[in-house]
T-cell receptor
Framework: NAGVTQTPEFQVLKTGQSMTLQCAQD?????MSWYRQDPGMGLRLIHY???????DQGEVPNGYNVSRSTTEDFPLRLLSAAPSQTSVYFC???????????FGQGTRLTVV | QQQVKQSPQSLIVQKGGISIINCAYE??????FPWYQQFPGKGPALLIA?????SEKKEGRFTISFNKSAKQFSLHIMDSQPGDSATYFC???????????FGTGTRLQVFP
């Protein structure tokens, strides 16, 4: 049981490049979320999904797109990376029967 | 706009002592208050959580105290151990949503 798996673990992008951060969970969880973690800021919600085909914005959605075509996967897309998007990104999932959210190991992204 | 304020930013405690971390919230439309523990290079993991209709919850050495009228809640770690050294985040979930609002984190160091 792998839980929540994020890839890649580390990534360096140039300003203006695009990329997709992958998140997959094998627990059949309905809810999935993306957070970014910055020093002194805690974790801030970017986008979340309550099920396949349903997504909504969190606190800091600008510059990011998401889609949820399957229950297992919830990719996060950066269309045109900016230095302000340098951060550690965490994906989380939970069952609608349980309040506990399970987090992945994170993707450490640097935009130069 | 930080809706969950956490203090202190860092905390140094001697082994066997009590660690206390405080959080205060502004929005009354929160229905669930979890605490997460995060070790360097890892994702956050749920430590303990409480609902607003309960004033205290204890799990082993960890206790949450909740004061609904003051809009405050705190984490107490009894008999603190070096293995407890980590960053702790309080959070609050917006009513009937999957949106978690996190505090800014407390870095706890427990010295032997």
């Amino acid at each position: 049981n792998a839980g929540v798996t994020q890839t890649p673990e580390f990534q360096v992008l140039k300003t203006g490049q695009s990329m997709t951060l992958q998140c997959a969970q094998d627990m059949n969880h309905e809810y999935m979320s993306w957070y970014r973690q910055d020093p002194g800021m805690g974790l801030r919600l970017i986008h979340y999904s309550v099920g396949a085909g349903i997504t909504d914005q969190g606190e800091v959605p600008n510059g990011y797109n998401v889609s949820r075509s399957t229950t297992e996967d919830f990719p996060l897309r950066l269309l045109s990376a900016a230095p302000s998007q340098t951060s550690v990104y965490f994906c989380a999932s939970r069952s609608n029967l349980n309040t506990e959210a399970f987090f992945g190991q994170g993707t450490r992204l640097t935009v130069v | 706009q930080q809706q969950v304020k956490q203090s202190p930013q860092s905390l140094i405690v001697q082994k066997g002592g009590i660690s206390i971390i405080n959080c205060a919230y502004e929005n009354t439309a929160f229905d669930y208050f979890p605490w997460y523990q995060q070790f360097p290079g890892k994702g956050p993991a749920l430590l303990i959580a409480i609902r607003p209709d309960v004033s205290e919850k204890k799990e082993g050495r960890f206790t949450i105290s909740f004061n609904k009228s003051a809009k405050q809640f705190s984490l107490h770690i009894m008999d603190s151990q070096p293995g407890d050294s980590a960053t702790y985040f309080c959070a609050a979930r917006v009513d009937n949503t999957d949106k978690l609002i996190f505090g800014t984190g407390t870095r706890l160091q427990v010295f032997p």
